[in-house]
């Protein structure tokens, strides 16, 4: 395991975390199989992810991913309540956003980056709805899509995590978030899912 330079202080002084946003581009299907996968049935916060995806095609990435998961997989709906053990994804073409109460939000606001959805939205939106107990994770991807979303969300307290740039499929996103100086964790893809249910199950009540 390596740790970026600032050690994941601020999250000791946590109760716990109640929520978990991953973000993924290029080569994201296979990354978020491993660690979607290596997540624990009954996984005790929802999962909030952003991948990148076609928007001139319908998506079977739930099913997908249902598949190589214990927890339940789903496109991420308007207004819903966000759930324990349930995997949230964008639907292609729409930035997808949490409230304070856990409350799905999808907007067809302009792209970010040229990208929609946007994992700088998506963690900007739960650093201010979750805080300290939000973790973020930066998956292998092109570009540099949720660079500022993990400033936002290290700002208030949150706790981040990278894949490693040198091992990962597409260095682009992690190499960015790196960068940032705001990541407490930068992994290799094998080891991220333990180190999340880790951090989750030490702060569990």
Known sequence: MTQA?????????VERFDIVAIASSAGGIRALSLVLGGL???FPVPVLVVQHLDPRHETVIADVLGR????KVKLAEANEHAAPG???VAPPNRHLLVGPGGELTLSSSELVHFVRPSADLL?????????????????TGSGSDGAMGVSAVKSRGG???AEDPESAEFSGMPEAAVSTGSVDFVLPLG???DVI???VESRSV
């Open 159 to 161: 706790t981040v995590i």
């Open 5 to 13: 330079e600032s050690p994941p202080s601020v999250a000791d002084e």
């Open 86 to 88: 349930t995997v949230y």
């Open 191 to 193: 080891e991220i899912a």
């Open 68 to 71: 190589r998961s214990t927890l």
């Open 123 to 139: 963690f900007e939106s739960v650093a201010g709805a979750y805080g300290a107990r939000a973790i973020a994770c930066v998956l």
């Open 40 to 42: 624990p049935f009954g």
């Open 197 to 199: 249910a880790a951090l």
